[in-house]
């Protein structure tokens, strides 16, 4: 299939929600909003016990924001709203009752490794690295940084920023604990996903919602701040250098 498309697919307890795009996994606007309502969709299905969060293809997990769209952002507001895309799909994370299990096949970059630390538990396979190149186009990772401090720390955060032309290893991934563990194929990975989602479907869903709240203790402002941090990355989204940045690509 070549259309982007998010879809959600429920059984034995256990919605697995799938994300695409065409240019490598990349987030426009219309595909970031049905990725929220497949989240809250299935948040609130009563059928739904645990939800698995994965995208198709091979090798890239997601290539973050859409430059096509970025380059198109012609104003203020319109960037503000594009960066809230992402804004919502982390905060419809945050506050899903359900724990949610990232599948990540492949490279993430940008708003994809937001992606990845907006999970509450991430297992990837040896070819999961990870880059944050947000400041190479005059940008930076403002909405997504909190989601990824809470999972691998300021100096993890910090690294991945400044240092932002390099992938860094799914190894270092792990040991910073945005990984819970490597596997050397999809394969042996998609075993381990369905394994711990049918385990966790087995529990007491009162317990892991109750879990779920108390592993997101502390980021009751997160509203308000990932709307700050969108206004913001509208704004540099506009600036010279990042639109001469996007032109030349």
């Known amino acids: 299939m070549t259309q982007p498309y998010v879809k959600t697919l429920k059984a034995n307890g256990i919605a697995t929600i799938t994300f695409f795009h065409p240019a490598h996994n990349s987030m426009p606007s219309t595909v970031l909003a049905d990725l929220e309502s497949a989240i809250h969709n299935s948040g609130e299905d009563d059928d739904v016990k645990v939800i698995i969060l994965q995208s198709g293809g091979e090798r890239t997990f997601c290539a973050g924001a859409s430059f096509d769209e970025l380059k198109s952002i012609e104003d203020n507001v319109e960037g503000k709203e594009f960066f809230m895309g992402f804004a919502r799909v982390i905060l419809a994370m945050r506050s899903c009752p359900k724990i949610i299990i990232g599948r990540i096949q492949g490279k993430a970059v940008g708003g994809g490794v937001g992606l990845a630390a907006a999970t509450d538990y991430c297992y ?57 563990a490597l596997f050397e194929t999809s394969i042996l990975m998609d075993e381990a996903v369905q394994a711990l989602a049918v385990k966790l479907a087995s529990y007491n869903p009162e317990a892991v919602t109750a879990m779920k709240k108390a592993l997101w203790e502390g980021t009751d402002h997160w509203p308000s701040l990932l709307e700050e941090r969108a206004e913001m990355s509208g704004t540099l989204v506009l600036s010279k250098f990042t639109k001469d940045t996007l032109g030349a690509l």
């Open 124 to 180: 990837a396979t040896k070819y999961a690295s990870i880059k944050l190149s947000e400041l190479t186009i005059g940008i930076g990772p403002f909405v997504i940084a909190p989601a990824v401090e809470r999972k691998i720390g300021l100096n993890g955060l910090s690294n991945l920023t400044l240092n932002a032309t390099e992938f860094y290893s799914p190894e270092w991934a792990k040991e910073k604990g945005l990984y819970a």
